[in-house]
Antibody, heavy 117, light 113 residues
Framework: QVQLQESGPGLVKPSETLSLTCTVS????????WSWIRQPPGEGLEWIGY???????NYNPSLKSRVTISVDTSKNQCSLKLSSVTAADTAVYYC???????????WGQGTLVTVSS | DIVMTQSPDSLAVSLGERATIDCKSS????????????LAWFQQKPGQPPKLIIY???IRESGVPDRFSGSGSGTDFTLTISSLQAEDVAVYYC?????????FGQGTKLEIK
Protein backbone atom coordinates (compact mmCIF):
# COMPACT_ATOMS: atom_id res chain seq x y z
CA GLN A 1 0.00 0.00 0.00
CA VAL A 2 1.05 3.58 -0.58
CA GLN A 3 2.60 5.30 2.42
CA LEU A 4 4.05 8.78 2.81
CA GLN A 5 6.17 9.90 5.76
CA GLU A 6 7.31 13.45 6.38
CA SER A 7 10.49 14.10 8.33
CA GLY A 8 12.62 17.05 9.35
CA PRO A 9 13.36 19.45 12.20
CA GLY A 10 10.42 20.31 14.40
CA LEU A 11 11.90 23.68 15.38
CA VAL A 12 13.32 26.30 13.02
CA LYS A 13 14.62 29.74 13.94
CA PRO A 14 13.15 32.87 12.33
CA SER A 15 14.86 33.89 9.07
CA GLU A 16 16.26 30.39 8.57
CA THR A 17 15.23 27.76 5.99
CA LEU A 18 12.69 25.04 6.75
CA SER A 19 13.65 21.74 5.14
CA LEU A 20 11.39 18.68 5.06
CA THR A 21 11.50 15.33 3.30
CA CYS A 22 8.65 13.07 2.28
CA THR A 23 9.62 9.42 1.89
CA VAL A 24 7.27 7.45 -0.33
CA SER A 25 6.73 3.70 -0.31
CA UNK A 26 4.39 1.66 -2.46
CA UNK A 27 4.47 4.07 -5.40
CA UNK A 28 7.10 5.30 -7.80
CA UNK A 29 7.73 8.95 -7.13
CA UNK A 30 8.39 9.60 -10.80
CA UNK A 31 4.89 8.43 -11.76
CA UNK A 32 2.77 10.95 -9.86
CA UNK A 33 2.49 14.55 -8.72
CA TRP A 34 3.55 15.39 -5.18
CA SER A 35 2.25 18.37 -3.29
CA TRP A 36 3.08 20.01 -0.01
CA ILE A 37 0.18 21.36 2.00
CA ARG A 38 0.29 23.06 5.38
CA GLN A 39 -2.13 23.67 8.24
CA PRO A 40 -1.42 26.19 11.01
CA PRO A 41 -2.59 24.96 14.41
CA GLY A 42 -6.37 25.14 14.62
CA GLU A 43 -6.69 26.57 11.12
CA GLY A 44 -7.43 25.47 7.56
CA LEU A 45 -5.40 24.00 4.72
CA GLU A 46 -3.04 25.89 2.39
CA TRP A 47 -1.52 24.36 -0.72
CA ILE A 48 2.17 25.22 -1.00
CA GLY A 49 3.09 23.71 -4.35
CA TYR A 50 3.75 20.56 -6.35
CA UNK A 51 6.32 18.78 -8.43
CA UNK A 52 5.01 16.81 -11.38
CA UNK A 53 5.94 13.42 -12.79
CA UNK A 54 8.09 15.21 -15.34
CA UNK A 55 9.86 17.28 -12.68
CA UNK A 56 8.14 20.58 -13.38
CA UNK A 57 7.08 22.64 -10.39
CA ASN A 58 4.11 24.87 -9.61
CA TYR A 59 4.06 27.02 -6.48
CA ASN A 60 1.43 29.04 -4.68
CA PRO A 61 2.12 32.67 -5.66
CA SER A 62 1.77 33.64 -2.01
CA LEU A 63 4.89 31.59 -1.20
CA LYS A 64 6.60 31.30 -4.58
CA SER A 65 9.60 33.49 -3.78
CA ARG A 66 10.52 31.32 -0.80
CA VAL A 67 9.63 27.76 -1.90
CA THR A 68 11.59 25.01 -3.61
CA ILE A 69 10.22 21.49 -4.15
CA SER A 70 12.41 18.74 -5.55
CA VAL A 71 12.55 14.96 -5.86
CA ASP A 72 15.25 12.37 -5.42
CA THR A 73 14.14 9.42 -7.50
CA SER A 74 16.95 7.22 -6.21
CA LYS A 75 15.55 7.54 -2.69
CA ASN A 76 11.89 7.87 -3.72
CA GLN A 77 11.71 11.10 -1.77
CA CYS A 78 10.23 14.54 -2.28
CA SER A 79 11.63 17.57 -0.47
CA LEU A 80 10.39 21.00 0.55
CA LYS A 81 12.51 24.03 1.33
CA LEU A 82 10.93 27.24 2.63
CA SER A 83 13.32 30.11 3.20
CA SER A 84 13.21 33.17 5.45
CA VAL A 85 10.63 31.65 7.78
CA THR A 86 8.64 33.61 10.36
CA ALA A 87 6.22 32.62 13.10
CA ALA A 88 3.47 32.69 10.46
CA ASP A 89 5.06 29.60 8.90
CA THR A 90 4.39 27.53 12.03
CA ALA A 91 2.16 24.70 10.86
CA VAL A 92 1.70 20.98 10.32
CA TYR A 93 3.25 20.25 6.94
CA TYR A 94 1.81 17.42 4.83
CA CYS A 95 2.96 15.80 1.65
CA UNK A 96 0.27 14.35 -0.59
CA UNK A 97 0.04 12.40 -3.83
CA UNK A 98 -2.11 13.40 -6.76
CA UNK A 99 -2.16 13.42 -10.51
CA UNK A 100 -3.37 15.68 -13.25
CA UNK A 101 -7.18 15.81 -13.06
CA UNK A 102 -7.17 14.11 -9.66
CA UNK A 103 -7.13 15.40 -6.13
CA UNK A 104 -4.97 14.34 -3.20
CA UNK A 105 -5.59 10.65 -2.61
CA UNK A 106 -2.75 9.76 -0.24
CA TRP A 107 -1.37 11.95 2.55
CA GLY A 108 1.42 11.64 5.03
CA GLN A 109 0.67 11.92 8.74
CA GLY A 110 2.12 15.40 8.77
CA THR A 111 4.91 16.97 10.77
CA LEU A 112 4.61 20.01 13.03
CA VAL A 113 7.18 22.70 12.38
CA THR A 114 7.44 25.52 14.90
CA VAL A 115 9.26 28.72 14.02
CA SER A 116 10.71 30.23 17.17
CA SER A 117 13.99 31.53 18.50
CA ASP B 1 -7.29 32.54 -7.00
CA ILE B 2 -10.52 30.56 -6.78
CA VAL B 3 -12.07 31.26 -3.38
CA MET B 4 -13.96 28.38 -1.78
CA THR B 5 -16.61 29.29 0.78
CA GLN B 6 -18.31 26.68 2.93
CA SER B 7 -21.48 26.96 4.97
CA PRO B 8 -22.12 26.57 7.76
CA ASP B 9 -18.88 26.91 9.73
CA SER B 10 -20.20 24.39 12.24
CA LEU B 11 -23.09 21.99 12.36
CA ALA B 12 -24.65 19.79 15.04
CA VAL B 13 -26.81 16.90 13.90
CA SER B 14 -28.47 14.06 15.79
CA LEU B 15 -27.30 10.51 15.23
CA GLY B 16 -29.15 8.96 12.31
CA GLU B 17 -30.18 12.30 10.88
CA ARG B 18 -29.03 13.97 7.66
CA ALA B 19 -26.10 16.37 7.57
CA THR B 20 -25.62 18.80 4.68
CA ILE B 21 -22.62 21.01 4.01
CA ASP B 22 -22.49 23.52 1.17
CA CYS B 23 -19.50 24.78 -0.77
CA LYS B 24 -19.44 27.64 -3.24
CA SER B 25 -16.56 28.51 -5.57
CA SER B 26 -15.87 32.04 -6.80
CA UNK B 27 -15.71 30.75 -10.38
CA UNK B 28 -16.83 27.61 -12.13
CA UNK B 29 -14.74 24.47 -11.59
CA UNK B 30 -16.49 22.60 -14.40
CA UNK B 31 -13.98 21.67 -17.09
CA UNK B 32 -15.74 21.92 -20.45
CA UNK B 33 -13.33 19.53 -22.18
CA UNK B 34 -14.33 16.54 -20.04
CA UNK B 35 -17.53 17.83 -18.38
CA UNK B 36 -16.11 17.09 -14.93
CA UNK B 37 -16.28 19.28 -11.86
CA UNK B 38 -12.83 19.51 -10.31
CA LEU B 39 -14.13 19.55 -6.76
CA ALA B 40 -13.18 17.25 -3.89
CA TRP B 41 -14.35 16.76 -0.32
CA PHE B 42 -12.09 15.78 2.56
CA GLN B 43 -12.79 14.55 6.08
CA GLN B 44 -10.30 15.41 8.82
CA LYS B 45 -10.46 13.93 12.29
CA PRO B 46 -8.36 15.35 15.18
CA GLY B 47 -4.68 14.54 14.89
CA GLN B 48 -5.10 12.95 11.46
CA PRO B 49 -4.42 14.11 7.91
CA PRO B 50 -7.35 14.91 5.66
CA LYS B 51 -8.93 11.92 3.97
CA LEU B 52 -10.32 12.13 0.44
CA ILE B 53 -13.97 11.07 0.45
CA ILE B 54 -15.41 12.55 -2.77
CA TYR B 55 -13.77 13.62 -6.03
CA UNK B 56 -15.12 15.01 -9.29
CA UNK B 57 -17.87 16.43 -7.06
CA UNK B 58 -19.84 13.20 -6.78
CA ILE B 59 -17.58 10.15 -7.00
CA ARG B 60 -17.00 8.35 -3.71
CA GLU B 61 -13.44 7.31 -3.04
CA SER B 62 -12.96 3.57 -2.64
CA GLY B 63 -13.97 2.36 0.82
CA VAL B 64 -16.06 5.41 1.71
CA PRO B 65 -19.49 4.44 3.07
CA ASP B 66 -22.41 5.10 0.75
CA ARG B 67 -24.07 7.37 3.30
CA PHE B 68 -21.66 10.02 1.96
CA SER B 69 -22.70 11.67 -1.30
CA GLY B 70 -21.66 14.73 -3.25
CA SER B 71 -23.68 16.80 -5.66
CA GLY B 72 -23.62 20.06 -7.56
CA SER B 73 -21.99 21.56 -10.60
CA GLY B 74 -20.28 24.73 -11.71
CA THR B 75 -19.97 26.84 -8.58
CA ASP B 76 -22.36 25.26 -6.07
CA PHE B 77 -21.75 21.95 -4.36
CA THR B 78 -23.12 19.93 -1.46
CA LEU B 79 -21.81 17.12 0.71
CA THR B 80 -24.56 15.04 2.29
CA ILE B 81 -24.27 12.43 5.01
CA SER B 82 -27.59 10.61 4.86
CA SER B 83 -27.58 9.10 8.34
CA LEU B 84 -25.00 10.52 10.71
CA GLN B 85 -22.84 8.04 12.61
CA ALA B 86 -20.65 8.81 15.61
CA GLU B 87 -17.50 8.19 13.57
CA ASP B 88 -18.46 10.96 11.13
CA VAL B 89 -17.60 13.66 13.67
CA ALA B 90 -14.87 15.62 11.91
CA VAL B 91 -14.04 18.78 10.03
CA TYR B 92 -14.98 18.64 6.35
CA TYR B 93 -13.24 20.62 3.63
CA CYS B 94 -14.07 21.19 0.00
CA UNK B 95 -11.20 21.77 -2.42
CA UNK B 96 -10.93 22.82 -6.03
CA UNK B 97 -8.32 21.33 -8.32
CA UNK B 98 -9.53 23.10 -11.45
CA UNK B 99 -6.54 25.41 -11.38
CA UNK B 100 -3.57 26.47 -9.33
CA UNK B 101 -3.22 27.61 -6.70
CA UNK B 102 -5.37 24.74 -5.44
CA UNK B 103 -7.61 26.11 -2.73
CA PHE B 104 -9.68 24.75 0.14
CA GLY B 105 -12.78 25.95 1.89
CA GLN B 106 -12.39 27.15 5.46
CA GLY B 107 -13.83 23.92 6.84
CA THR B 108 -17.09 22.86 8.49
CA LYS B 109 -16.98 21.30 11.93
CA LEU B 110 -19.58 18.53 12.26
CA GLU B 111 -20.66 17.47 15.73
CA ILE B 112 -23.31 15.29 17.33
CA LYS B 113 -26.37 17.06 18.74
Amino acid sequence: QVQLQESGPGLVKPSETLSLTCTVSGAAISSYYWSWIRQPPGEGLEWIGYISDSGSTNYNPSLKSRVTISVDTSKNQCSLKLSSVTAADTAVYYCARHYVSYSFDYWGQGTLVTVSS
Amino acid sequence: DIVMTQSPDSLAVSLGERATIDCKSSQSVLYSSDNKNYLAWFQQKPGQPPKLIIYWASIRESGVPDRFSGSGSGTDFTLTISSLQAEDVAVYYCQQYYGTPYTFGQGTKLEIK
